[in-house]
């Protein structure tokens, strides 16, 4: 019971953070620094990664029309849309697919600690202050998510590759690099929850293979903790999508910035006392 109320709070951790600019890995880390589960170390890493299928379920519900090219109540202008937008998706996430499959066990044995997550959290929170700073007052050139280019995407995907440092955010990272690329926030935020899919589908498949081939065998307290913070995370995310999507019409991401910082000052703090 015990684990399952701390599969709960990991939940909760990623239903948040996944979508706010302000690093799920990150926050993760952080957390087994304090709540630490009852796990095999191979089912932790595991774990990390693939309770963000919930939160991945979260997008396709809430944005399934837009995202479905087989609706019977688009016109076939519209699903051709439909069609390109994946299309580009597909693109965006290659960067960062190369680079993962190619150095995921390597940044797990080196970045995965909250020494590095503390400082990416300072360095984009500034990041995210000045870019905002430098947009103020500009009109963006793509305003849909749609009018995005092939490679407008690409390069959004070229950004994606700094999310695989823990502390920057995935979301983070492709939202900056759509508004310095000239894309509106809410379309920025949009195409970083639709490249979100592939992307963690990916991952979460390339860590469960990993565990499988660890040999390892998953207990029946392992399988309750995924399932429910799946769960959790799902429902959360739900939340705060909506939550956001409404956010970045009227307010700039500073405030992100700022948290980021501060909170990175503080874990740079709490280990140096350590």
């Not at 880390?29 to 304090?34: A, K, P, Q, S, T």
């Not at 439909?82 to 190619?102: D, E």
Request: charged residues 15%; glycine residues 8%; aromatic residues 10%.
């Amino acid at each position: 019971m015990i684990e399952l109320l701390k599969a709960i709070l990991f939940g909760i951790v990623e239903g948040v953070t996944e979508w706010l600019p302000i690093s799920s890995t990150g926050h993760l880390i952080l957390l087994n620094e304090f709540i630490t589960l009852n796990v095999s170390d191979e089912f932790q890493s595991m774990f990390d990664v693939v309770i963000q299928l919930g939160a991945i379920l979260a997008v396709i519900v809430l944005f399934f029309y837009k995202l479905n090219p087989f609706a019977p109540e688009k016109s076939p202008e519209a699903k051709k849309h439909t069609w390109q937008l994946w299309f580009k998706v597909v693109v965006s996430i290659i960067p960062s697919g190369i680079v993962g499959i190619l150095f995921d066990d390597w940044m797990d044995e080196h970045l995965h600690n909250g020494i590095v997550v503390a400082i990416a959290l300072i360095v984009y929170g500034v990041a995210f202050i000045l870019v905002e700073r430098m947009n103020a007052g500009k009109k963006p050139r793509v305003k849909d998510v749609h009018e995005i280019s092939c490679r407008t995407a690409l390069l959004i995907g070229v950004f994606q590759c700094l999310s695989l440092v823990p502390g920057t955010s995935r979301s983070g990272s492709t939202i900056l690099g759509a508004i310095v690329l000239g894309v509106g926030r809410s379309a920025g935020a949009e195409f970083s929850f639709f490249m979100a899919i592939p992307t963690m589908l990916g991952a979460s498949a390339i860590k469960g293979l990993k565990f499988l081939a660890s040999g390892v065998s998953i207990t029946g307290t392992e399988i309750g903790v995924l399932i429910v913070g799946c769960v959790v995370s799902f429902v959360v995310s739900m939340v705060v999508i909506r939550a956001l999507m409404e956010y970045v019409r009227r307010h700039s991401f500073s405030a992100f910035g700022v948290y980021r910082i501060v909170l990175g000052a503080v874990v740079l703090a709490y280990f140096a006392m350590q």
